[in-house]
């Protein structure tokens, strides 16, 4: 074989980059060279998160990406929004390549970006960054040097609902989502709001018709739609560790059936690696793909034929983000789409 590709991890301890470097660890193309954490620096990996015990893995440190120009293939950033900018900027500026987790560079207009997280100090590289869900833009992430990463929610909805709007099944005027997730999707911080006891046996809805994962959502399908689109979008917290749930309710255009919705599904994903469309009546859960890249999707019509539910579910640390990065990587890299991704669910 080759030689292994080396790469390095922009904030490697929130829970999206610890995801990241257990992906890292088991891909044979690739090896780690940089793990960097502010408040970290000079700490080992393992000392930190046990479960690396053993694992060849260099000490944490600041980063310098000065140090890693001619030695990183390429860089992940692993850093809450806002604080991607400008050290993105400047890797893309040496000529980096980048996988941006964050949500900095995913939205392609300013005032979009302004309305849901402010100021952008770098709105220059907004139109060169390709949105990195490789089931829409395969082609583009293989030429790309600057990726950025989808956010978990607008994954699972968009990937459910493009088919069936782009084909002119579903009515695209409303996209209603309902969206459940595990508490992970929070981030590490530490949070009343997240703590154990205020999640336990709870269920809450948070964040209505304000959610900044929203305008990722309208601006991929509308690609599907070829106009504007409007998608109504409920998030959920449960009391559970990772996964989403996704309920997605379309108007259809004109009469359908199940089996003639779950025929666009299929069709449309009959060679995507990482989307599983189920067969009608047997319907996704998290449990079943806990730990993998893979989102199931599964389709019914109403017995009237007018409206529709998909039903989606997915990892929301792997495919959500880590699994994607990982994915696009590879495209990126060259190397093949599905390596150090095999792994099938893992039980809790």
Request: a neutral charge; hydrophobic letters at 40%; charged letters at 20%.
């Amino acid at each position: 074989m080759t030689d292994k590709k080396k790469v390095a991890v922009v904030g490697a301890t929130g829970y999206t980059g610890q995801e990241l470097v257990r992906l890292l660890l088991h891909h044979p193309g690739v090896e780690i060279i940089a793990l960097t954490s502010r408040q970290n620096a000079g700490d080992s990996y393992a000392a930190l998160f046990p479960r690396f015990r053993g694992a060849d893995l260099p000490a944490l440190s600041l980063y310098h990406p000065e140090e890693l120009k001619g030695e990183a293939d390429l860089i992940f950033f692993c850093l809450p929004h806002g604080e991607s900018q400008e050290m993105v900027g400047k890797t893309v500026d040496l000529g980096l390549p980048v996988v941006d987790l964050s949500a900095d560079f995913r939205l392609n207009k300013i005032t979009e970006y302004r309305r849901y997280y402010g100021d952008h100090r770098r709105q220059d590289l907004l139109k060169s960054a390709v949105y990195g869900l490789p089931e829409l833009h395969r082609e583009k992430i293989k030429k790309s040097r600057f990726t950025a990463n989808p956010g978990c929610y607008p994954i699972g909805v968009i990937l459910g609902a493009y088919p069936l709007i782009k084909s002119g099944a579903a009515d695209p005027e409303t996209v209603i989502a309902d969206m459940k997730s595990g508490t992970s999707g929070a981030g590490r911080k530490a949070a009343l709001t997240t703590s154990f006891c205020e999640v336990n046996e709870a269920l809450r809805p948070y964040n209505l018709y304000g959610h900044r994962h929203r305008p990722e959502m309208e601006q991929e399908l509308a690609r599907a739609a070829k106009s504007g689109i409007r998608v109504v979008f409920t998030p959920h917290l449960v009391p559970m560790n990772r996964g989403i749930l996704g309920t997605i309710y379309l108007r259809l255009a004109n009469h359908a059936t199940t089996p003639g919705l779950h025929e666009i599904l299929d069709r449309a994903y009959k060679d995507e690696p990482f989307v599983r469309v189920l067969p009608p009546g047997d319907l996704p859960c998290v449990s079943n793909v806990r730990g993998t890249n893979f989102v199931d999707l599964a389709v019914t019509a109403a017995p009237s034929g007018k409206d529709a539910i998909v039903i989606t579910a997915m990892d929301n640390l792997v495919k959500g983000a880590a699994g994607c990065a990982l994915q696009n990587m590879n495209l990126m890299l060259g190397l093949p789409e599905t390596e150090g991704l095999s792994a099938y669910a893992l039980r809790p």
